[in-house]
Nanobody
Framework: QVQLVESGGGLVQAGGSLRLSCAAS????????VGWIRQAPGKEREFLAA????????YNTDSVKGRFTISRDNAKNTIYLQMNSLKPEDTAVYYC????????????????????WGQGAQVTVSS
Protein backbone atom coordinates (compact mmCIF):
# COMPACT_ATOMS: atom_id res chain seq x y z
CA GLN A 1 0.00 0.00 0.00
CA VAL A 2 1.11 3.52 -0.80
CA GLN A 3 -0.40 6.70 0.61
CA LEU A 4 0.06 9.95 -1.28
CA VAL A 5 -0.52 13.56 -0.18
CA GLU A 6 -0.15 16.49 -2.56
CA SER A 7 0.77 20.04 -1.57
CA GLY A 8 1.91 23.27 -3.18
CA GLY A 9 -1.18 24.19 -5.14
CA GLY A 10 -2.59 27.69 -5.21
CA LEU A 11 -3.37 30.73 -7.29
CA VAL A 12 -0.80 32.08 -9.73
CA GLN A 13 -0.83 34.55 -12.60
CA ALA A 14 -0.33 33.41 -16.16
CA GLY A 15 3.35 33.04 -16.92
CA GLY A 16 4.17 32.19 -13.33
CA SER A 17 5.48 29.02 -11.72
CA LEU A 18 4.44 26.56 -9.04
CA ARG A 19 6.01 23.44 -7.65
CA LEU A 20 3.75 20.67 -6.48
CA SER A 21 4.96 18.08 -4.01
CA CYS A 22 3.67 14.59 -3.42
CA ALA A 23 4.63 13.06 -0.09
CA ALA A 24 4.44 9.29 -0.09
CA SER A 25 4.40 6.71 2.65
CA UNK A 26 4.77 2.97 2.43
CA UNK A 27 7.76 0.72 2.85
CA UNK A 28 8.12 -0.13 -0.84
CA UNK A 29 7.42 3.31 -2.23
CA UNK A 30 10.75 3.51 -4.05
CA UNK A 31 9.70 0.61 -6.28
CA UNK A 32 6.66 2.42 -7.66
CA UNK A 33 6.31 4.53 -10.75
CA VAL A 34 4.65 7.83 -9.92
CA GLY A 35 2.66 10.00 -12.25
CA TRP A 36 0.95 13.37 -12.22
CA ILE A 37 -2.57 13.61 -13.59
CA ARG A 38 -4.90 16.60 -13.67
CA GLN A 39 -8.61 17.14 -14.05
CA ALA A 40 -10.09 20.43 -15.13
CA PRO A 41 -13.74 21.27 -14.45
CA GLY A 42 -16.01 19.42 -16.83
CA LYS A 43 -13.14 17.55 -18.44
CA GLU A 44 -11.71 14.07 -18.24
CA ARG A 45 -8.57 13.29 -16.32
CA GLU A 46 -5.40 14.06 -18.24
CA PHE A 47 -2.12 12.25 -17.72
CA LEU A 48 0.84 14.67 -17.60
CA ALA A 49 4.07 12.98 -16.61
CA ALA A 50 5.55 9.91 -14.99
CA UNK A 51 8.87 9.01 -13.39
CA UNK A 52 10.30 5.56 -12.82
CA UNK A 53 11.40 4.16 -9.49
CA UNK A 54 15.03 5.29 -9.72
CA UNK A 55 14.23 8.72 -11.16
CA UNK A 56 16.41 8.31 -14.24
CA UNK A 57 13.51 7.96 -16.66
CA UNK A 58 10.69 10.37 -17.19
CA TYR A 59 7.82 10.55 -19.62
CA ASN A 60 5.86 13.69 -20.42
CA THR A 61 2.80 14.27 -22.48
CA ASP A 62 3.23 16.72 -25.35
CA SER A 63 0.84 19.26 -23.85
CA VAL A 64 3.25 20.08 -21.02
CA LYS A 65 6.61 19.10 -22.47
CA GLY A 66 9.11 21.89 -21.98
CA ARG A 67 7.01 23.55 -19.27
CA PHE A 68 6.48 20.87 -16.61
CA THR A 69 9.23 18.75 -15.06
CA ILE A 70 8.73 15.71 -12.86
CA SER A 71 11.37 14.60 -10.38
CA ARG A 72 11.61 12.48 -7.27
CA ASP A 73 13.69 12.20 -4.13
CA ASN A 74 13.35 8.69 -2.74
CA ALA A 75 15.33 9.61 0.37
CA LYS A 76 12.52 12.06 1.18
CA ASN A 77 9.75 9.89 -0.28
CA THR A 78 8.66 12.89 -2.33
CA ILE A 79 7.83 13.48 -5.97
CA TYR A 80 7.72 16.94 -7.48
CA LEU A 81 6.10 18.61 -10.44
CA GLN A 82 7.75 21.88 -11.37
CA MET A 83 5.35 23.91 -13.50
CA ASN A 84 6.63 26.91 -15.43
CA SER A 85 5.04 29.31 -17.93
CA LEU A 86 1.62 28.51 -16.55
CA LYS A 87 -1.45 29.23 -18.64
CA PRO A 88 -5.10 29.70 -17.62
CA GLU A 89 -5.88 26.38 -19.30
CA ASP A 90 -3.60 24.68 -16.76
CA THR A 91 -6.21 25.38 -14.11
CA ALA A 92 -7.22 22.02 -12.64
CA VAL A 93 -6.98 19.70 -9.68
CA TYR A 94 -3.61 17.97 -9.83
CA TYR A 95 -3.17 14.45 -8.53
CA CYS A 96 -0.15 12.30 -7.97
CA UNK A 97 -0.67 8.59 -8.40
CA UNK A 98 1.41 5.46 -8.11
CA UNK A 99 1.58 2.10 -9.82
CA UNK A 100 3.69 -0.97 -9.23
CA UNK A 101 5.04 -3.34 -11.83
CA UNK A 102 4.49 -2.74 -15.52
CA UNK A 103 6.25 -2.05 -18.79
CA UNK A 104 7.86 1.36 -19.03
CA UNK A 105 6.47 3.66 -20.26
CA UNK A 106 3.41 2.20 -21.97
CA UNK A 107 1.78 0.90 -18.79
CA UNK A 108 2.04 4.30 -17.12
CA UNK A 109 0.68 6.83 -19.62
CA UNK A 110 -3.02 7.05 -18.84
CA UNK A 111 -4.88 7.96 -15.67
CA UNK A 112 -6.54 4.54 -15.60
CA UNK A 113 -3.14 2.86 -15.29
CA UNK A 114 -2.61 4.05 -11.74
CA UNK A 115 -3.55 2.19 -8.57
CA UNK A 116 -3.01 4.62 -5.71
CA TRP A 117 -4.06 8.27 -5.68
CA GLY A 118 -3.64 11.33 -3.55
CA GLN A 119 -6.48 13.67 -2.66
CA GLY A 120 -5.48 16.32 -5.19
CA ALA A 121 -4.21 19.91 -5.12
CA GLN A 122 -6.04 22.81 -6.74
CA VAL A 123 -4.03 24.94 -9.16
CA THR A 124 -5.66 28.10 -10.49
CA VAL A 125 -3.97 30.24 -13.13
CA SER A 126 -5.41 33.71 -13.63
CA SER A 127 -5.13 35.60 -16.90
Amino acid sequence: QVQLVESGGGLVQAGGSLRLSCAASGRTFSSYVVGWIRQAPGKEREFLAAINWSGDRTYNTDSVKGRFTISRDNAKNTIYLQMNSLKPEDTAVYYCAAKGSGRWPRNYVTADDYEYWGQGAQVTVSS
